[in-house]
């Protein structure tokens, strides 16, 4: 079954850290890898992504404070999070492109994990 498996999120004091972890299953030939965030009553926003490269990217709020990487032997891309601060609470997605087992390019997203920091 394709999926994207997302683990890791939960409750922390602002300052805290946290590492959101997710896993691609029958996913095949996988380009880039993401993290998206949506708080509530706003738009989802892509908070970092790294290419099959390992080129990466992220909005300015969290540069500094966030680490993404991947394992592509593994197919699982990591998300390490410090200094986190109350803005940071959202519903955190795991996003990435790639083919299923039939050859058919498509984006796939993790069901979501929450992040909630407290102030």
């Known amino acids: 079954q394709v999926q994207l498996v997302e683990s890791g999120g939960g409750l922390v004091p602002a300052g805290g850290s946290l590492r959101l972890s997710c896993a691609a299953s029958?996913?095949?030939?996988?380009?880039?890898m993401g993290w998206y965030r949506q708080a509530p009553g706003k738009q989802r926003e892509l908070v970092a992504m790294?290419?099959?490269?390992?080129?990466?990217s992220y909005v300015a709020s969290v540069m500094g404070r966030f680490t993404i990487s991947r394992d592509n032997a593994k197919n699982t891309v990591s998300l390490q999070m410090s200094s986190l601060k109350p803005e940071d609470t959202a519903v955190y997605y795991c996003?990435?492109?790639?083919?299923?087992?039939?050859?058919?390019?498509?984006?796939?997203w993790g069901q979501g994990t929450q992040v909630t920091v407290s102030s």
């Open positions: 996003n990435a492109d790639g083919r299923n087992r039939i050859g058919f390019l498509s984006n796939y």
């Open positions: 029958e996913i095949f030939g996988i380009n880039n």
């Open positions: 790294i290419t099959s490269g390992g080129t990466v």
